[in-house]
């Protein structure tokens, strides 16, 4: 989740101090990560949250919060920004009308892969795919943060082994929020 955000935004984003940056579906695990490293670097983070997810967005560090579930992103975004990162499974008309919001030469990274980022090449803003990939060193990175405490994993709960299955059945219901830890069998 950590890499992913870090990907998105550094790698792809290029997001830089200052910037403006719209997160859609920040409320889940990779956009807690998100909107902390985003405001990290200083950045103004606009954020979609629905009702469940929007206190921890808020905490997070999101200047601005969007309720997708009451409000359209497009209507509600009036200041272009540099960059949208869209973690939202959104259908692709939505992904389309994400990119009018970023300002000419800027990006729309997306990790819903299954529809190909939009681009808008007479304005110069391009679409990225992202597709995370395994970095010890992002990783040691992150890591770092998490023991500088300046970034937080959200931790749901913990469960044992044997709880697997009743913490599955609860996910696809949407009922947890953040990551949860399972925890193995002790001797
Ligand atoms: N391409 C890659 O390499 C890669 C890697 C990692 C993850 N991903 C993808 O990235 C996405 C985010 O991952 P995640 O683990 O953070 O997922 P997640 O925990 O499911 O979070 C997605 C969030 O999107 C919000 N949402 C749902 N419908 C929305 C809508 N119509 N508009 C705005 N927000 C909406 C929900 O937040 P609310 O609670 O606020 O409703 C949900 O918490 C997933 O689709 C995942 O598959 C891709």
Redesign the pocket.
């Known amino acids: 989740?950590g890499?992913?955000a870090w990907q998105a935004l550094f790698d792809h984003g290029k997001l830089t101090a200052g910037q403006r940056v719209l997160i859609?579906?920040?409320?889940?695990?990779?956009?807690?990560h998100a909107v902390q490293l985003a405001k990290s670097t200083r950045s103004c983070v606009v954020a979609?949250?629905?009702?469940?997810?929007?206190e921890a967005?808020k905490s997070a560090g999101a200047d601005e919060i969007i309720?997708?579930?009451t409000t359209s992103?497009t209507s509600e975004v009036t200041e272009p920004v540099d960059m949208v990162l869209n973690?939202?499974?959104?259908d692709p008309a939505?992904l389309a009308a994400l990119v009018t919001l970023v300002r000419p030469g800027g990006v729309l990274v997306?990790?819903?892969?299954w529809m190909p980022a939009p681009s808008d090449e007479e304005r110069g803003v391009r679409g990225i795919?992202?597709?995370?990939?395994s970095d010890a060193d992002q990783l040691a990175h992150l890591v770092e943060l998490v023991d500088r405490e300046e970034l937080r994993v959200a931790v749901a709960e913990r469960v044992p082994l044997a709880e697997l299955p009743a913490l599955h059945a609860h996910a696809s219901e949407?009922a947890v929020?953040g990551k949860a830890i399972v925890v193995p069998l002790t001797a």
């Open positions: 989740m890499l992913t859609n579906g920040a409320g889940g695990a990779v956009g807690g979609t949250a629905g009702p469940r997810s929007a967005v309720d997708h579930t992103v973690l939202a499974p959104v939505e997306n990790t819903t892969v795919d992202l597709f995370v990939r949407g929020h």
